[in-house]
C-alpha cells in the first residue's frame, strides 16, 4: 500500500554515500502562469532572489507558462531567455504547457509535434551545455533524437532529466501520432535512465527530475502499484523503482504538475530509497532550496525560497 503524501521540509534516509563537499541547489517549476504582463515581473523577482542565494545548480522541471497562454515562437522564446538568465548552470525538462496541450484553443491550436520539434531546435540546438549565465557541460540523448534527456555530475551526485510530462505524458488517444510519439520516447526514456543510473557507480546520490505527477491518485483505491499499469507513466515509474533499487543509496525525484510543496517515500517496500519532492508552482511561484550533505545520513535537505513578489503559500 503505497503512504499518503505528506508535507515535510526535511527529506531523510539512511545509506552508505561516498562523501563530498556539501552544496545547494534550487529547483522549480509550473512557472510563470498567467498572463506575461502580470506574472513576468513577479517571476523575474523569483530569479533574482535564487540567484542572490547562489546555488550550484538550477533545476526548473517544466510548464514555463500556463495551459490557457499562447505556445507562439515569442512566448517560448522568453522563457529560453528566462532559463538563459538564472546565474548558475540550470537544467530544463519540458512540460506539458510547451507542447503536450499546445493543440487546446487556448493555447493557439498549435500542433503539438511542431512545437516539441522547435523546443527541441531552439532550446536544445547545443545539447553539450546547460541553460544559465555560467553554462555547464552535459551529457545528452541528442543522437537518438532526444537532445531535452540530460545529465551531470555536481560534487559526486549525479543529475538526470527524464522528458516525462503532465497530461498522462501525451498518452492520448487524440490521433494516431500523439500515441507514436509517446512509445518512441517512453522507450528513449527507458534506455535514459538505465544508461544515466549505469554511469553513476560512484556517485553519493542521484537526483531525478521530470515534470509529470505520476502520483495524482486516490491511493485508497490503488494497492500494489497499480496505478502504474493504467497510465502513460507505468513504464517510466517501475524503471524508476528498479533502477534506484539496484543503485541503493540515495534517490531524489523533483517533479512538479500539482503545485503543491510536499515530499513523499513513493516506493516504501521495495524501493524506501527513493524520496520523491514536489515544487510549487502556479499562483504559488515560490522554489525549493536543496542542500546535498552525503556525509550526513538525511543526504538532502530542503527549504521553501519564498518570492518576495508574491504572498500565496
Not at 515581473?41 to 532572489?49: D, S
Not at 531546435?121 to 531535452?148: C, I, L, N, R
Not at 527513493?274 to 508552482?281: N, Q
Request: negative net charge; aromatic residues 10%.
Amino acid at each position: 500500500m503505497l503512504k499518503p503524501i505528506v508535507t515535510a521540509t526535511t527529506l531523510t534516509l539512511a545509506a552508505q554515500t561516498a562523501f563530498a563537499e556539501p552544496f545547494t541547489f534550487a529547483a522549480l517549476g509550473d512557472a510563470p502562469y498567467g498572463d506575461p504582463p502580470e506574472v513576468y515581473g513577479p517571476y523575474q523577482r523569483l530569479i533574482e532572489t535564487i540567484n542572490a542565494r547562489n546555488p550550484q545548480l538550477v533545476i526548473h522541471i517544466g510548464d514555463t507558462k500556463s495551459g490557457s497562454t499562447p505556445c507562439s515562437d515569442e512566448i517560448l522564446g522568453q522563457q529560453r531567455d528566462f532559463l538563459n538568465s538564472f546565474t548558475a548552470p540550470t537544467l530544463y525538462t519540458p512540460g506539458d504547457n510547451e507542447w503536450t496541450d499546445c493543440h487546446r484553443k487556448a493555447a493557439g491550436e498549435f500542433d503539438p509535434l511542431e512545437r516539441l520539434a522547435h523546443i527541441r531546435s531552439t532550446y536544445f540546438a547545443d545539447p553539450t551545455k546547460s541553460f544559465g549565465q555560467t553554462s555547464a557541460t552535459v551529457a545528452s540523448q541528442a543522437a537518438a533524437g532526444y537532445p531535452e534527456n540530460a545529465r551531470m555530475e555536481l560534487n559526486g551526485v549525479m543529475f538526470i532529466t527524464v522528458h516525462v510530462t503532465g497530461s498522462n505524458n501525451n498518452f492520448e488517444i487524440r490521433d494516431k501520432s500523439a500515441v507514436d510519439e509517446f512509445f518512441a520516447r517512453d522507450a528513449a526514456n527507458l534506455a535514459w535512465l538505465k544508461e544515466s543510473f549505469a554511469a553513476a557507480p560512484d556517485a553519493g546520490a542521484v537526483v531525478v527530475a521530470m515534470q509529470a505527477d505520476m502520483f495524482e491518485f486516490d491511493w485508497n483505491e490503488f494497492d500494489d502499484y497499480t496505478w502504474l499499469r493504467h497510465s502513460g507513466f507505468q513504464n517510466i515509474g517501475t524503471a524508476l523503482r528498479e533502477e534506484a533499487a539496484a543503485f541503493g543509496k540515495p534517490v531524489l525525484l523533483i517533479y512538479g504538475d500539482s503545485h503543491v510543496y510536499r515530499s513523499m517515500r513513493p516506493f516504501p517496500d521495495d524501493a524506501p530509497n527513493v524520496l520523491a519532492l514536489e515544487v510549487p508552482g502556479e499562483e504559488r511561484m515560490h522554489a525549493v532550496e536543496v542542500t546535498v550533505d552525503t556525509a550526513t545520513s538525511g543526504v538532502f535537505s530542503t527549504a521553501l525560497i519564498r518570492n518576495p513578489a508574491i504572498t500565496t503559500n
